[in-house]
């Protein structure tokens, strides 16, 4: 079974992909759309679920997703069909990094795939390219709440904590006008949905191939969480303004 097909299974039952409840998602989006009519850019969307919501929510917003996996585009446009928006979403598959200049958005979306630029910075790089007069850019990062194990350093990379990850983002030119760290409730949901997705499929799918494969995949991963990050990882989100225009 190929990576992105392991990702749908564990994301089933947690589609937002972050570790973030339902009700810090709508805050989230109230406070980047403040007028319900915005042109609205995803930046590694993934399946589009921050997209899906804002459409669902918003009858006058339009949105694009950029993303390189064909299988959670596909599954983006058989969502959005079902849920009535397909006519407002455009999805383009590529490279974020890649995606080149088009008309302005009011609202650049980035939601844990800051790798796929290279880093915060460049990502708030990239989305500066794409972001209207006044736009806002609404983004989630990583970052170290408490001084991270080998383990944790080797899966993730050296982060910042979460003052320090603020500051390169203000000294890089940005005013943030909301916030939202993750709880340990929302860290700890979105660990325990992800893994016990897994578990639960390969359960159910004793005879399947991929069972024993997917079932090592969630006994690896809910170790390496339990063992390694859980007491160190934090992820914020923040809705940014440029300080000038």
């Known amino acids: 079974m190929s990576r992105e097909q392991i990702s749908a299974i564990a994301h089933a039952d947690h589609p937002i992909k972050s570790p973030l409840d339902d009700d810090s998602v709508s805050r989230l989006l109230e406070r980047g759309l403040p007028r319900g009519d915005e042109r609205v850019l995803d930046l590694g969307c993934g399946t589009a679920e921050w997209l899906l919501r804002a459409l669902e929510t918003r009858p006058h917003l ?54 796929a630029f290279g880093g915060l910075l460049p990502t708030l790089a990239a989305a500066r390219e794409h972001l209207a007069p006044g736009g806002r850019v609404l983004i989630g990062e990583s970052f170290w709440d408490r001084d991270p194990s080998p383990e944790a350093v080797e899966m993730f990379g050296e982060l910042d904590d979460l003052a320090t990850t603020v500051d390169h983002v203000v000294a890089d030119g940005w005013t943030p006008v909301h916030g939202h760290v993750s709880t340990r409730a929302e860290l700890d949901a979105y660990e325990w949905a ?20 997917v079932l090592e995949a969630a006994t690896d991963a809910r170790a390496q969480w339990l063992h390694g990050y859980r007491d160190s990882f934090g992820f914020v989100c923040l809705v940014l303004r440029r300080t000038s225009e």
């Open 194 to 213: 992800c893994w016990g997705s897994l578990a639960s499929w390969a359960l159910d799918h004793r005879t399947d191939p991929a069972a024993a494969q």
């Open 62 to 115: 339009h949105a694009e997703g950029v993303d390189v996996s064909e299988v959670a585009l596909t599954q983006a446009r058989e969502a959005a069909r079902a849920r009535g928006v397909d006519e407002r979403l455009v999805l383009h598959r590529q490279q974020a990094a890649d995606f080149g200049p088009s008309e302005p958005f009011d609202l650049v979306i980035s939601i844990g795939a800051t790798h």
